[in-house]
């Protein structure tokens, strides 16, 4: 690395300092141009971590709005870039750490096969249908509200949790005996 490199990598961040000291005094102007300014360089952290674009953009978008959340806890006497380098790594890693928890229960839908076999003549797909509709009837109100935000509604467990009024543990359970009392009674394996 050349001296030039280094001074103009101090000199930006110094700009990038005073930039991001007026915008935390109100300078719009100022912020705007930080945050246009900075833009290549958490694109860059954050495509070194995420191979996929649309992941990248995120992980960016991401980066940005914490910036934006957590802009008054810089302090203008320390460097900026390092500060700001943390943050899209870590909205990098989040990402990725997020994608490979959506790899192990994700399929692809061209992979996932139909819901309701196509091949029955429509009048037996409408008996799956009732029959998966009765036996969801049948399911005690916990085991049903359960499997509800649970499953249907993709919530959270600690939202679900919450909603339900059960406790995460109990919220477990009741999603299980619900899927597996649904798996016995439509012969599922």
């Not at 191979?51 to 978008?61: G, L, N, Y």
């Not at 229960?105 to 037996?124: N, Q, T, V």
């Amino acid at each position: 690395m050349t001296a030039e490199a280094v001074e103009s990598r101090s000199d930006r961040d110094m700009r990038w300092s005073a930039l991001m000291a007026a915008a935390q005094m109100g300078d719009a102007r100022a912020y705007d141009r930080l945050l246009r300014e900075c833009l290549p360089l958490l694109r860059s952290i954050c495509r070194a971590r995420l191979r996929d674009a649309t992941e990248t953009e995120d992980a960016v978008q991401d980066a940005l709005l914490t910036l934006h959340r957590v802009r008054a806890t810089y302090d203008p006497a320390r460097p900026f870039t390092p500060w700001i380098s943390a943050i899209a790594e870590r909205r990098a890693l989040d990402r990725g750490r997020a994608r490979g928890r959506r790899t192990g229960r994700e399929i692809e839908l061209d992979h996932a096969g139909p819901i309701i076999d196509p091949s029955l003549p429509p009048a037996e797909r409408g008996l799956e249908r009732a029959e998966l509709r009765a036996a969801l009837r049948d399911l005690p109100p916990s085991q049903a509200k359960a499997l509800q935000l649970a499953k249907i509604e993709e919530l959270s467990l600690a939202e679900a949790s919450a909603r339900s009024g059960l406790s995460v543990g109990a919220l477990k359970v009741a999603t299980h005996r619900a899927l597996h009392t649904l798996r016995k009674r439509l012969g599922a394996p």
